[in-house]
Nanobody, 125 residues
Framework: QVQLGESGGGLVQAGGSLRVSCAASGRTLSNYAVSWFRQAPGKEREFVAG????????YYTDSVKGRFTTFRDNAQNTVYLQMNSLKPEDTAVYYCAARLGPYTVYRSSSDTSYWGKGTLVTVSS
């Protein structure tokens, strides 16, 4: 069983940066693919970025390419989502989700096994 906990959300002005963390307990994340999803008010949850278990394969949705980066720190058993050049439309609750697997980036929420409770990111204009 893997327990995930997000942190690092907050209020930031448009154009600013924020790093959210996904810390794991119970198991090491080193063999798990971790994906980031977000849900804005009144909208469906959507895939944002993902990292395969091998730590090398990544995938980003078009709206965040070039602005967001996800990476892992195995020593901290944590995966990060670095968000730069933030826009008001990035405002959402951000969730991390994990599934055991070395090579695949999971872009569908139904393909993931473990979820955190989310952290709110608010970008003001």
């Amino acid at each position: 069983q893997v327990q995930l906990g997000e942190s690092g959300g907050g209020l930031v002005q448009a154009g600013g940066s924020l790093r959210v963390s996904c810390a794991a307990s119970g198991r090491t994340l080193s063999n798990y693919a971790v994906s980031w999803f977000r849900q804005a008010p009144g909208k469906e949850r959507e895939f944002v970025a993902g990292l395969a278990g091998n730590g090398y394969s990544t995938y980003y949705t078009d709206s965040v390419k070039g602005r967001f980066t996800t990476f892992r720190d195995n020593a901290q058993n944590t995966v990060y989502l670095q968000m730069n050049s933030l826009k008001p439309e990035d405002t959402a609750v951000y969730y991390c989700a994990a599934r055991l697997g070395p090579y695949t980036v999971y872009r569908s929420s139904s393909d993931t096994s473990y979820w955190g409770k989310g952290t709110l990111v608010t970008v003001s204009s």
